[in-house]
């Protein structure tokens, strides 16, 4: 490992706290330890009890632990303490360029109109162009960062161009709420509910400029020492999916309890989401590496990495 990914591996650790988990080693009994935020499709596969009984049978056990997003639940990987877990496009190239041992198992299809950028709705900023000089609030290395990185491109503006805060999901709102930021950008089901509780303008979508596809992903050295366990997580996954793209309404009022958003907020951002769970193909490496190059480019992260080389090998 070189002294540069040590720095920035180092750093990205020291800028989250994880929750309280049993250990850090890499799990040797027969569990599978999964990541999990606030809304998904992981959501309501633990709400149902569905894994557990199907993991039941080839003699595994489960846990799961809650993060507030990707780039945590990546950290959480990082060191060990979980096996398996779902983010955006960007947290896995950022976590890759630390040193995790990640694996990409699996993928939604795109969801492009599930993130955003959103101004108040009293804002005089118009335009992603209006955006020069101002400050932009985002969870660093979450899907939304390649979102703002493609449409300040498309306005002819440069990331330099711009003043970015990084901040959760539940700082972000509040800042924006407050004044504090001139923009924010976001995902569902946060999107949702910024854009009906506070009326919150909607001034680009990943429409057109980026994918904004949703991964499954896995700690290499349990993935590769416990197949049969990952075949069954991604089977129960494709099954919930499946039953939430034709249940939309009970899906929401599932999650809305976990989520603390009301169950026709959730409605929105369900409609908006895709669903459909697929194996990595070359089309949606290339899409990866295009954004991992780019940050790369652009300095956010240390050194240029393969995605093909963190893809797994004979799997779903």
């Given at each position: 490992m070189t002294m540069t990914r040590r720095l920035f591996s180092a750093a990205l650790a020291a800028t989250i706290t994880l929750p309280l988990?049993?250990?850090?080693?890499?799990?040797?009994?027969k569990v599978v330890r999964i990541g999990y935020q606030k809304y998904g499709t992981l959501v309501?596969?633990?709400?149902?009890?569905?894994?557990?009984?199907?993991?039941?049978?080839?003699?595994?056990?489960?846990?799961?632990?809650?993060?507030?997003?990707?780039?945590?639940?990546?950290?959480?990987?990082?060191v060990g303490a979980v096996d398996f877990g779902t983010t955006g496009e960007t947290p896995p190239i950022f976590a890759q360029a630390a040193g995790a041992p990640l694996v990409y198992i699996a993928h939604e299809p795109p969801a492009a109109r599930g993130e955003a950028i959103l101004v108040p709705k009293d804002s005089p900023i118009k335009t992603v162009a209006d955006l020069k000089g101002k400050?932009?609030?985002?969870?660093?290395?979450?899907?939304v960062h390649f979102l703002l990185v493609k449409a300040l491109e498309e306005a002819g503006l440069k990331y330099t161009d711009i003043k970015t805060t990084f901040l959760p999901p539940a700082d972000g709102r509040a800042a924006f709420e407050q004044g504090a930021v001139d923009a924010w950008v976001i995902w569902d089901p946060f999107q949702a509910a910024a854009e009906v509780a506070i009326e919150a303008r909607e001034l680009r979508n990943g429409e057109g400029i980026v994918p904004n596809h949703q991964f499954y992903l896995g700690a290499k050295p349990f993935?590769?020492?416990?197949?049969?366990?990952?075949?069954?997580?991604?089977?129960?996954?494709?099954?919930i999916d499946e039953w939430a793209k034709t249940n939309t309404a009970a899906a929401a009022a599932e999650l809305a309890p976990s989520v603390g958003i009301p169950a026709d907020v959730l409605a929105v951002a369900l409609e908006r989401q895709s669903y459909g769970v697929k194996a990595i193909d070359d089309s949606v490496v290339k899409q990866q590496q295009s954004i991992a190059d780019t940050f790369f480019d652009l300095g956010?992260?240390?050194?240029?990495?393969?995605?093909?080389?963190?893809?797994?090998?004979?799997?779903?």
């Open positions: 988990l049993g250990g850090v080693a890499w799990a040797s009994d309501l596969l633990k709400g149902k009890a569905l894994l557990e009984k199907k993991l039941e049978k080839i003699g595994y056990t489960v846990t799961w632990t809650e993060f507030p997003a990707g780039p945590q639940l990546l950290e959480a990987l990082n400050t932009v609030a985002l969870n660093k290395g979450s899907n993935v590769e020492d416990n197949p049969e366990a990952v075949d069954v997580v991604i089977e129960a996954v494709a099954e956010l992260i240390p050194e240029r990495i393969s995605i093909a080389d963190a893809v797994r090998k004979g799997g779903a």
